[in-house]
Protein backbone atom coordinates (compact mmCIF):
# COMPACT_ATOMS: atom_id res chain seq x y z
CA UNK A 1 0.00 0.00 0.00
CA UNK A 2 1.22 3.30 -0.75
CA UNK A 3 2.24 5.77 1.90
CA UNK A 4 0.65 9.09 2.07
CA UNK A 5 3.21 12.12 2.18
CA UNK A 6 2.46 15.72 2.44
CA UNK A 7 4.66 17.80 0.01
CA UNK A 8 5.84 20.32 2.16
CA UNK A 9 7.46 18.21 5.13
CA UNK A 10 8.75 16.18 2.00
CA UNK A 11 10.40 18.87 0.03
CA UNK A 12 12.05 20.22 3.04
CA UNK A 13 13.59 16.98 3.94
CA UNK A 14 14.57 16.36 0.76
CA UNK A 15 16.19 19.62 0.37
CA UNK A 16 18.41 18.96 3.95
CA UNK A 17 19.83 15.97 2.40
CA UNK A 18 20.95 17.85 -0.72
CA UNK A 19 22.17 20.59 1.57
CA UNK A 20 24.04 17.98 3.70
CA UNK A 21 25.65 17.19 0.25
CA UNK A 22 26.83 20.14 -0.21
CA UNK A 23 25.00 22.20 -2.21
CA UNK A 24 24.33 25.50 -1.34
CA UNK A 25 20.63 26.08 0.29
CA UNK A 26 19.05 27.65 -2.99
CA UNK A 27 20.21 25.03 -5.54
CA UNK A 28 19.19 22.43 -2.60
CA UNK A 29 15.59 24.12 -2.69
CA UNK A 30 15.54 23.98 -6.63
CA UNK A 31 16.35 20.41 -6.74
CA UNK A 32 14.24 19.42 -4.08
CA UNK A 33 11.55 21.39 -5.62
CA UNK A 34 11.93 19.77 -8.64
CA UNK A 35 11.56 16.17 -7.91
CA UNK A 36 8.90 16.74 -5.47
CA UNK A 37 7.09 18.77 -8.39
CA UNK A 38 7.11 15.37 -10.65
CA UNK A 39 5.56 13.23 -7.95
CA UNK A 40 2.66 15.71 -7.39
CA UNK A 41 1.71 15.30 -11.14
CA UNK A 42 2.21 11.48 -10.50
CA UNK A 43 5.19 11.41 -12.55
CA UNK A 44 7.30 8.84 -9.45
CA UNK A 45 9.64 7.69 -12.43
CA UNK A 46 11.26 11.69 -11.64
CA UNK A 47 10.22 12.36 -8.08
CA UNK A 48 12.02 11.38 -4.83
CA UNK A 49 12.62 8.19 -6.19
CA UNK A 50 15.73 9.47 -7.65
CA UNK A 51 17.51 11.16 -3.91
CA UNK A 52 19.71 7.84 -3.41
CA UNK A 53 20.97 8.12 -6.58
CA UNK A 54 21.21 12.07 -6.87
CA UNK A 55 23.28 11.46 -3.33
CA UNK A 56 25.52 9.16 -4.91
CA UNK A 57 26.63 11.89 -8.25
CA UNK A 58 27.12 14.59 -5.47
CA UNK A 59 28.71 12.55 -2.89
CA UNK A 60 30.79 9.96 -4.66
CA UNK A 61 30.43 9.96 -8.55
CA UNK A 62 31.90 13.07 -9.69
CA UNK A 63 28.98 15.87 -9.86
CA UNK A 64 29.84 19.14 -8.22
CA UNK A 65 27.59 20.28 -5.53
CA UNK A 66 28.65 23.93 -6.02
CA UNK A 67 29.09 23.55 -9.27
CA UNK A 68 27.40 27.16 -11.09
CA UNK A 69 26.49 27.76 -14.71
CA UNK A 70 27.55 30.12 -16.47
CA UNK A 71 27.30 31.48 -20.21
CA UNK A 72 30.43 30.61 -22.22
CA UNK A 73 29.14 32.15 -26.25
CA UNK A 74 26.34 33.48 -28.09
CA UNK A 75 24.74 35.72 -30.58
CA UNK A 76 22.12 37.47 -30.50
CA UNK A 77 19.01 35.40 -28.91
CA UNK A 78 21.68 31.86 -29.26
CA UNK A 79 23.44 31.19 -26.28
CA UNK A 80 25.69 28.36 -25.17
CA UNK A 81 25.58 27.28 -21.42
CA UNK A 82 28.53 25.47 -19.30
CA UNK A 83 26.50 23.72 -16.55
CA UNK A 84 29.63 24.08 -14.33
CA UNK A 85 29.41 19.62 -13.77
CA UNK A 86 26.36 21.03 -11.69
CA UNK A 87 23.56 18.77 -11.27
CA UNK A 88 21.13 19.35 -14.46
CA UNK A 89 18.13 21.17 -12.62
CA UNK A 90 20.72 23.78 -11.73
CA UNK A 91 21.69 23.98 -15.45
CA UNK A 92 18.28 23.60 -17.18
CA UNK A 93 17.23 26.26 -14.64
CA UNK A 94 19.59 28.79 -15.63
CA UNK A 95 19.13 27.93 -19.41
CA UNK A 96 15.78 28.84 -19.36
CA UNK A 97 15.81 31.83 -17.60
CA UNK A 98 18.83 32.92 -19.73
CA UNK A 99 16.27 31.95 -23.10
CA UNK A 100 13.06 33.59 -21.28
CA UNK A 101 15.23 36.53 -20.59
CA UNK A 102 16.57 36.53 -24.49
CA UNK A 103 13.00 36.05 -25.51
CA UNK A 104 11.68 38.97 -24.35
CA UNK A 105 14.50 41.13 -26.30
CA UNK A 106 14.80 39.17 -29.51
CA UNK A 107 10.93 37.18 -29.45
CA UNK A 108 13.00 33.67 -29.19
CA UNK A 109 15.21 32.67 -26.65
CA UNK A 110 17.43 29.63 -27.50
CA UNK A 111 19.85 28.01 -25.42
CA UNK A 112 22.20 24.68 -25.95
CA UNK A 113 23.60 23.01 -22.67
CA UNK A 114 26.85 21.45 -21.86
CA UNK A 115 28.99 20.38 -18.93
CA UNK A 116 25.99 19.05 -17.11
CA UNK A 117 24.17 16.03 -15.78
CA UNK A 118 20.85 14.61 -15.37
CA UNK A 119 18.34 17.19 -14.94
CA UNK A 120 14.72 15.54 -14.27
CA UNK A 121 11.50 15.83 -15.87
CA UNK A 122 11.51 18.24 -18.82
CA UNK A 123 8.06 19.83 -18.10
CA UNK A 124 9.36 21.51 -15.00
CA UNK A 125 11.74 23.93 -17.37
CA UNK A 126 8.49 24.45 -20.17
CA UNK A 127 6.61 25.57 -17.23
CA UNK A 128 9.46 28.45 -16.43
CA UNK A 129 8.58 29.46 -20.10
CA UNK A 130 4.56 29.29 -19.59
CA UNK A 131 4.44 31.29 -16.82
CA UNK A 132 5.83 34.65 -18.48
CA UNK A 133 3.42 34.09 -20.97
CA UNK A 134 6.21 31.91 -23.94
CA UNK A 135 5.87 28.37 -25.33
CA UNK A 136 8.49 26.65 -23.28
CA UNK A 137 10.81 23.80 -25.08
CA UNK A 138 13.15 21.44 -23.20
CA UNK A 139 14.87 18.39 -24.47
CA UNK A 140 17.91 16.31 -22.96
CA UNK A 141 20.53 13.77 -24.12
CA UNK A 142 19.88 10.44 -22.17
CA UNK A 143 22.10 7.42 -21.35
CA UNK A 144 21.46 5.05 -24.79
CA UNK A 145 18.90 2.22 -23.83
CA UNK A 146 17.16 2.01 -27.65
CA UNK A 147 18.18 0.33 -30.43
CA UNK A 148 17.96 2.14 -33.95
CA UNK A 149 15.00 0.88 -35.25
CA UNK A 150 15.65 -2.82 -36.12
CA UNK A 151 18.16 -3.38 -33.96
CA UNK A 152 19.78 -5.00 -31.00
CA UNK A 153 21.84 -2.32 -29.65
CA UNK A 154 21.54 -0.02 -27.58
CA UNK A 155 22.39 3.40 -29.47
CA UNK A 156 20.40 5.95 -28.21
CA UNK A 157 19.10 7.73 -25.63
CA UNK A 158 15.07 8.14 -25.13
CA UNK A 159 15.58 11.97 -25.08
CA UNK A 160 12.55 13.10 -23.60
CA UNK A 161 10.80 16.33 -24.83
CA UNK A 162 8.84 18.97 -22.98
CA UNK A 163 6.80 21.64 -24.41
CA UNK A 164 4.21 24.45 -22.62
CA UNK A 165 1.68 26.55 -24.17
CA UNK A 166 -0.15 29.24 -21.52
CA UNK A 167 -3.65 29.37 -21.42
CA UNK A 168 -6.30 31.81 -19.62
CA UNK A 169 -8.72 29.96 -17.51
CA UNK A 170 -7.77 26.78 -18.36
CA UNK A 171 -4.51 25.00 -17.10
CA UNK A 172 -1.83 25.26 -18.85
CA UNK A 173 -1.13 22.64 -21.48
CA UNK A 174 2.64 20.60 -20.73
CA UNK A 175 3.07 17.66 -22.91
CA UNK A 176 6.69 15.35 -21.14
CA UNK A 177 7.44 12.63 -22.87
CA UNK A 178 10.06 10.32 -23.93
CA UNK A 179 10.49 8.58 -27.21
CA UNK A 180 10.13 5.24 -25.50
CA UNK A 181 7.20 3.38 -23.88
CA UNK A 182 8.52 4.52 -20.90
CA UNK A 183 11.45 5.37 -18.95
CA UNK A 184 14.23 3.52 -16.69
CA UNK A 185 12.87 4.96 -13.96
CA UNK A 186 9.10 3.79 -14.52
CA UNK A 187 10.48 0.68 -15.21
CA UNK A 188 11.92 0.35 -11.76
CA UNK A 189 8.94 1.71 -10.32
CA UNK A 190 7.20 -1.60 -11.48
CA UNK A 191 9.81 -3.55 -10.47
CA UNK A 192 9.14 -2.51 -6.83
CA UNK A 193 5.80 -3.01 -6.72
CA UNK A 194 6.19 -6.26 -8.13
CA UNK A 195 4.42 -5.77 -11.14
CA UNK A 196 4.38 -6.24 -14.72
CA UNK A 197 5.12 -4.17 -17.75
CA UNK A 198 2.75 -3.27 -20.20
CA UNK A 199 2.86 -4.27 -23.56
CA UNK A 200 4.61 -2.31 -26.13
CA UNK A 201 7.30 -1.18 -22.82
CA UNK A 202 10.71 -3.39 -23.63
CA UNK A 203 12.77 -6.13 -25.03
CA UNK A 204 14.85 -8.27 -23.67
CA UNK A 205 18.61 -8.02 -23.91
CA UNK A 206 18.16 -10.65 -27.45
CA UNK A 207 15.45 -7.63 -28.88
CA UNK A 208 12.30 -9.75 -28.36
CA UNK A 209 9.13 -8.29 -26.49
CA UNK A 210 9.21 -8.65 -22.68
CA UNK A 211 7.01 -7.52 -19.72
CA UNK A 212 9.70 -8.61 -17.00
CA UNK A 213 10.81 -5.57 -15.52
CA UNK A 214 14.43 -7.06 -14.75
CA UNK A 215 14.71 -8.31 -18.06
CA UNK A 216 13.53 -5.07 -19.44
CA UNK A 217 16.52 -3.58 -16.86
CA UNK A 218 19.10 -5.54 -18.89
CA UNK A 219 17.51 -5.51 -22.35
CA UNK A 220 16.12 -2.12 -24.24
CA UNK A 221 13.47 -0.10 -23.99
CA UNK A 222 10.80 0.28 -27.05
CA UNK A 223 10.62 3.34 -28.78
CA UNK A 224 7.21 4.62 -29.35
CA UNK A 225 5.86 4.81 -33.37
CA UNK A 226 8.56 2.01 -34.18
CA UNK A 227 10.70 4.03 -36.60
CA UNK A 228 9.05 7.62 -35.86
CA UNK A 229 10.56 7.19 -32.28
CA UNK A 230 13.34 6.31 -32.71
CA UNK A 231 14.50 9.13 -35.22
CA UNK A 232 12.68 11.90 -33.09
CA UNK A 233 14.97 10.26 -30.39
CA UNK A 234 17.60 11.09 -32.45
CA UNK A 235 17.57 14.53 -33.37
CA UNK A 236 16.33 15.53 -30.05
CA UNK A 237 20.01 13.77 -28.99
CA UNK A 238 21.54 15.83 -31.68
CA UNK A 239 20.04 19.24 -30.59
CA UNK A 240 21.07 17.88 -27.14
CA UNK A 241 23.95 17.80 -27.61
CA UNK A 242 25.84 18.49 -30.78
CA UNK A 243 25.18 22.09 -30.45
CA UNK A 244 27.13 22.75 -27.22
CA UNK A 245 29.82 20.12 -27.54
CA UNK A 246 28.05 17.77 -25.09
CA UNK A 247 28.77 13.88 -25.07
CA UNK A 248 26.04 12.38 -27.64
CA UNK A 249 24.50 8.74 -27.26
CA UNK A 250 27.48 5.93 -26.76
CA UNK A 251 29.64 9.12 -25.87
CA UNK A 252 27.82 9.46 -22.68
CA UNK A 253 28.47 5.95 -21.26
CA UNK A 254 26.21 3.06 -20.24
CA UNK A 255 23.77 1.83 -17.98
CA UNK A 256 25.79 -0.46 -16.26
CA UNK A 257 28.87 2.47 -15.56
CA UNK A 258 26.81 5.32 -15.48
CA UNK A 259 27.77 8.61 -17.35
CA UNK A 260 30.61 10.83 -16.77
CA UNK A 261 29.87 13.63 -14.45
CA UNK A 262 29.58 16.85 -16.67
CA UNK A 263 28.78 15.41 -20.24
CA UNK A 264 25.51 15.59 -20.10
CA UNK A 265 23.54 18.17 -22.76
CA UNK A 266 20.34 19.84 -23.11
CA UNK A 267 18.94 22.15 -25.04
CA UNK A 268 15.96 24.64 -24.17
CA UNK A 269 13.42 27.21 -26.40
CA UNK A 270 11.38 30.00 -25.33
CA UNK A 271 9.01 31.26 -27.44
CA UNK A 272 7.70 35.10 -26.82
CA UNK A 273 3.70 34.95 -27.82
CA UNK A 274 3.72 38.45 -27.96
CA UNK A 275 6.09 38.64 -30.67
CA UNK A 276 3.76 36.60 -32.97
CA UNK A 277 0.13 37.42 -31.64
CA UNK A 278 -1.85 39.09 -29.12
CA UNK A 279 -1.41 37.38 -25.91
CA UNK A 280 -5.25 37.50 -24.72
CA UNK A 281 -6.40 36.66 -27.64
CA UNK A 282 -3.69 33.91 -28.18
CA UNK A 283 -4.49 32.21 -24.51
CA UNK A 284 -8.25 32.34 -25.03
CA UNK A 285 -7.45 30.38 -28.52
CA UNK A 286 -5.82 27.37 -26.49
CA UNK A 287 -8.94 27.79 -23.62
CA UNK A 288 -10.79 26.56 -26.56
CA UNK A 289 -8.75 24.04 -27.75
CA UNK A 290 -8.32 21.93 -24.24
CA UNK A 291 -12.04 22.64 -23.91
CA UNK A 292 -12.61 21.04 -27.29
CA UNK A 293 -10.69 18.06 -26.51
CA UNK A 294 -11.68 17.74 -22.94
CA UNK A 295 -15.38 17.84 -24.33
CA UNK A 296 -14.46 15.16 -26.75
CA UNK A 297 -17.15 12.22 -27.21
CA UNK A 298 -15.54 9.42 -25.21
CA UNK A 299 -14.78 5.48 -26.87
CA UNK A 300 -16.55 2.84 -24.91
CA UNK A 301 -14.12 2.01 -21.93
CA UNK A 302 -12.15 4.77 -22.48
CA UNK A 303 -10.78 7.36 -19.81
CA UNK A 304 -12.29 11.18 -21.17
CA UNK A 305 -9.44 12.77 -23.31
CA UNK A 306 -7.28 15.65 -21.78
CA UNK A 307 -5.20 17.79 -23.33
CA UNK A 308 -1.37 17.07 -22.50
CA UNK A 309 -0.67 18.44 -18.88
CA UNK A 310 -4.59 17.75 -17.62
CA UNK A 311 -3.94 14.66 -15.99
CA UNK A 312 -1.36 15.82 -13.69
CA UNK A 313 -2.74 19.25 -12.71
CA UNK A 314 -5.66 16.91 -11.68
CA UNK A 315 -3.48 15.21 -9.64
CA UNK A 316 -1.70 17.99 -8.11
CA UNK A 317 -4.87 19.47 -6.95
CA UNK A 318 -5.50 16.19 -4.95
CA UNK A 319 -1.94 15.17 -4.24
CA UNK A 320 -1.94 18.74 -2.38
CA UNK A 321 -4.94 17.74 -0.59
CA UNK A 322 -4.33 14.42 0.25
CA UNK A 323 -0.75 13.79 0.29
CA UNK A 324 1.48 12.12 -2.30
CA UNK A 325 1.25 8.48 -2.90
CA UNK A 326 4.99 6.98 -2.56
CA UNK A 327 5.62 3.38 -2.73
CA UNK A 328 7.53 1.67 0.35
CA UNK A 329 10.44 1.33 -1.24
CA UNK A 330 10.92 4.20 -2.70
CA UNK A 331 9.72 6.28 1.07
CA UNK A 332 12.60 3.26 2.69
CA UNK A 333 15.22 4.42 0.32
CA UNK A 334 14.09 8.15 0.87
CA UNK A 335 14.65 7.40 4.77
CA UNK A 336 18.03 4.99 4.79
CA UNK A 337 19.80 7.90 2.43
CA UNK A 338 18.82 10.96 4.72
CA UNK A 339 19.78 8.96 7.78
CA UNK A 340 23.11 8.28 6.56
CA UNK A 341 23.57 11.95 6.09
CA UNK A 342 22.55 12.33 9.41
CA UNK A 343 18.70 13.98 8.14
CA UNK A 344 15.67 12.92 10.36
CA UNK A 345 12.83 11.45 8.48
CA UNK A 346 9.73 10.15 10.45
CA UNK A 347 9.55 6.74 11.57
CA UNK A 348 6.98 5.55 9.81
CA UNK A 349 8.75 5.93 6.70
CA UNK A 350 11.32 3.41 8.06
CA UNK A 351 9.23 1.28 9.34
CA UNK A 352 6.35 1.53 6.71
Not at 45 to 67: F, I, N, Q, W
Not at 99 to 123: F, K, Q, T, Y
Request: with cysteine.
Amino acid sequence: MPHSVQADPLRHIVTAVFTACGMSEEDAVLLADTLVDADLGGVHSHGVLRVPEYVEKLTAKGVDPRGRPHVVAGRGACLVVDGGNSMGQIGMHFAMKSAIAAAHEHGVGIVAIRGSNHSGAMAYYARLAVEADMIGWATTNALPTMAPWGGVERLLGINPLGLGVPADAEPPILYDAAFSGSSHGKIRIHQQKGEPLPEGWALDSQGQPTTDPALALEGLLQPIGAFKGAGLAMMMGILSSMLSGAAYGTELGDMEAGPTAGSDGHFVMAIDVSAFEDVTRFKTRVDAAIRQVRDCRRGQGMPQPQAPGGIEHERRVRYRAEGIPLNAVTLRDLAVTAQRLQVEVPTAWVTH
